[in-house]
């Protein structure tokens, strides 16, 4: 009996040796599981958040990659507008010179051409002097007398405008008269002067019909 009992015992305490070994390796088993489990997971997270990173990256890239081509077309109608200005700035020093020397020209000419109306003035003056101070003498016969203006008909048959004025001097049958006196159909001899058209009287010698028939 005694010995019934101690083989049960020794059974039982076996039984619960043996069982209380397969439930801790359970949990050890459990425990190793959970921590594969845990691990995969934080591997997985750290892949996701990899790859999150990377696209993060390659967006940048994409946006460095944008800049720089929109920096390098920048540059490069910088450049071809730094040239652009460039001619422009060579074409008005151009325009500017040749303004400039056709300015020159203009002067030069404008200055010949003062220089050659000066001297035609001068010519004319000259000549117009020259006639104005040049006398000449007429003969002929009395048409009309006034104060200021005696008309003659000279030999050629021209009619004749002497202009009368203070300076000149009058004589009739050889005594001082006045122009006023002078009857038509009387002989004169004038000496006069051209000035702007007109004749003007230096001296008037006339001679009256009735002094011609007294010398004859």
Known sequence: MRNTIWVAAVALAFG?????????????????QDQAHQSLQAAADAQKKATDEQAKAEQYQREVTQKQKELAD????????????????QDAQQAAQSAQQEAQREQQQASQLQKTQAQEMQQTNQQRSQSWTQEQTANGKVVQASSDQVQIRTQDQDLLKLQIGDHTAVKLNGQTSSAAQLQPGTDVRASYQMVDGKA?????DATSKSSQDQQK
């Open 16 to 32: 619960c040796a043996m069982g209380g070994g397969s439930e801790s390796k359970k949990s050890e088993a459990a425990k190793a």
């Open 74 to 89: 920048a540059q490069a109608k910088l450049r071809g507008q730094r040239m652009k200005a460039q001619q422009a700035q």
């Open 200 to 204: 003007n009287a230096l001296t008037i």
